[in-house]
Each structure stands twice: as structure tokens, then as C-alpha cells.
């Protein structure tokens, strides 16, 4: 099944793209929640590590009322994910379930020792997707690049398998970032992946965050992961290249919340104070986001991997159509 990892997905939204051409004030389709700061692994390659892992836990009521203001302003799905350990947060099977209530999909990465078949039966049946950060095929590597327990690898491919055979009707995917430390052992974990029955797996660039410190990362060689059977690569092919867009566009469409309830346009910019639109313990999203930047100069981004690129060519390029545009 093609879950288009690689693609954007705003074609399968032309009314809320129509409204924004138009100049019509348009809600995002995306909110990027943070529900808890803290994590159970150090992982070497952290983005968030320059957050030294001291966050707080959004509360639950606080939550609940954020889901129905969201539901209403037409907000599509939730990534329950950045600075932190999602499952860490004891009400996230709570959340997903009250946001499917509001119409609004959810999707979850974790990395996985706390997948237990309890949180899957729980909310399973209202998760899109579940993916879940492996990075290695066995324990070693896998404690060197997570530093977490010694034997999380293990609990961590026996927590997929048991998620896959609750059948729940969640997408279960494992993701593997490269390094030079894991690059020999990327075959191995795909055959781990198929075995299990995972939905799919995927091999990701390392991309470093601007704000985090990136010592510890060994850049591995892209090459000898391009041929291997199963293995999805497509997401290298716009690594590092120059943007052929000014604009970043995709800020209308797209929203972060941190774990003190901080709004930011993108998880790029979280627990930056000088990013911050506005809190939602203190005033209604609906506010904060009114006072959001419209467009953003892509000189000032220092991403050199954006998970809006295509979006954002696709906005440009609607934005600025060629004189051709009719030839189709």
C-alpha cells in the first residue's frame, strides 16, 4: 500500500487551498502537539536534546477543550510527537480517543517501549498511524544511538509485533535514521520489519536541528542502503539541494504546540521564545493563530531538510503559475 511518506498531501485538500489563494483566512489542517517534555531515551541524534529533556505535562482538561476548539475550526489530524515521549503522558489514549469524537485523525511516533498492548487496545481503532523509531537490529547499536535500557531493542520489536497482531486497523510503521553506526544493519532490520508484519519501513537522512547540538552524529553513507530490497529511500532525493522557492507558504496549513502550550507555525521554531505566537492556557487557538506570520522568507530557515518542501513548491508554484499552466 502506497501511504505517500514521500509526497504532500495538500492535493487531497483544494478547498482549504482554494480559500488561502483566495485571501480567505484558512485554519491548519495539521497541529503538531507535544503532550509531555520529557523522554525515556537520550538518543544521540535527538533534535530537541538543546530542551536537556525538561518539559512539563499539558493538562488533561486544558487538552479536552483544546480538541473541541480544534474539531470546530476544521483541523484534520494531530501529530502527537515532537520534544518529547508521547506514551510517557498517561491520558494520551484519552486525547486520541476524544479527538476522533471531533473528527480529527491521529498519528503517533514513539520510540516504542511503551507501546504495550494495552495503550493499542485502548485507542488503536483511532490512530491513522503509529510510527515508531527503531534505528538498529540489534540491542547494542541500539542502546549506543537511544541510551536508554540495554535491552530496549528487544521490547521494542516485540511491542510491534504484538501491536500488528491486535489488528486494530492502525498503520504500524518503523523508521530507521542513518548513521554510521547502524548502516550495515539496515537490511537486517527490513527482513525484522517484514517478519513482524509491519506496514511498512523506512530509512530516514538525518537532518540536524539549527537549535541542537549534533557532536555525536556519524553521517551514514546513503549509498549502501540505495539498492536493498524493501527499503523506501525516497526522501534523499531533495536532501541539501538549494530550494527552488523563496516562500514558505506552508505555515498557513501547519501549527505546533509544545509542552508548556506554546503556539508556534513549526516544530523548527518550538521552545523558541522569540517564535512563540501565543499560549493556550491563556487564550483560545483561534486567537493565537490569527496573529500568525502569512508567509515566511526561506533564507531564514535553517532546515536543510523541511518536511513542507513539496508543500511549499506546490504553494509557490500556484501562487506564481507558469504562462504554460493551461498545456496540461
Known amino acids: 500500500m502506497n501511504y505517500g511518506l514521500d509526497s504532500h498531501k495538500l492535493y487531497y485538500h483544494p478547498d482549504r487551498v482554494g480559500k488561502w489563494l483566495e485571501g480567505e483566512e484558512v485554519y491548519p489542517i495539521l497541529v503538531e502537539i507535544c503532550p509531555i517534555g520529557r523522554c525515556n531515551h537520550r538518543c544521540v541524534f535527538c533534535a530537541y536534546n538543546y ?34 515521549e508521547p506514551l510517557m503522558h498517561s491520558d494520551l489514549s484519552d486525547f486520541i480517543n476524544i479527538a476522533k469524537v471531533y473528527g480529527i485523525d491521529s498519528g503517533v511516533e514513539t520510540n516504542g517501549v511503551l507501546l504495550t498492548d494495552g495503550f493499542v487496545y485502548s485507542c488503536g481503532k483511532n490512530i491513522t498511524y503509529i510510527k515508531v523509531s527503531v534505528d538498529a537490529a540489534c540491542n547494542e547499536t541500539h542502546y549506543k544511538l537511544h541510551r536508554g535500557g540495554k535491552k530496549d531493542w528487544e521490547k521494542v520489536i516485540k511491542n510491534v509485533e504484538n501491536a500488528v497482531k491486535l489488528n486494530t486497523g492502525c498503520t ?26 509491519a506496514d511498512y519501513f523506512v530509512v530516514k537522512p538525518f537532518s540536524a536541528h539549527p537549535f541542537q547540538s549534533s557532536d555525536l552524529v556519524h553521517m551514514g553513507d546513503v549509498e549502501k542502503i540505495k539498492h536493498i530490497p524493501g527499503v523506501r529511500v525516497e526522501t534523499f532525493n531533495r536532501i541539501f539541494k538549494e530550494r527552488d522557492y523563496p516562500t514558505c507558504y506552508g505555515i498557513n496549513f501547519l501549527s505546533n504546540i509544545d509542552c508548556y502550550g506554546n503556539v508556534t507555525v513549526c516544530n523548527t521554531l518550538t521552545r523558541k521564545d522569540e517564535y512563540v505566537l501565543g499560549n493556550i492556557y491563556k487564550e483560545s487557538f483561534m486567537d493565537i493563530w490569527a496573529r500568525r506570520p502569512r508567509e515566511f522568507d526561506v533564507k531564514e530557515c535553517k532546515r536543510e531538510v523541511c518536511k513542507m518542501d513539496k508543500q511549499n513548491l506546490y504553494l509557490w508554484q500556484l501562487k506564481n503559475p507558469s504562462k504554460h499552466q493551461n498545456f496540461v
Open 51 to 84: 530542551t536537556d529533556y525538561k518539559g512539563e505535562r499539558l493538562d488533561k482538561k486544558l487538552v479536552m477543550n483544546l480538541l473541541e476548539e480544534l474539531g470546530s475550526l476544521g483541523v484534520r489530524a494531530i501529530d502527537w510527537d515532537t520534544e518529547g
Open 172 to 197: 504500524i510503521g518503523m523508521q530507521m535514521v542513518l548513521f554510521k553506526e547502524n548502516e550495515d544493519e539496515v537490511e537486517a532490520l527490513q527482513k525484522i520489519a517484514k517478519e513482524i508484519g
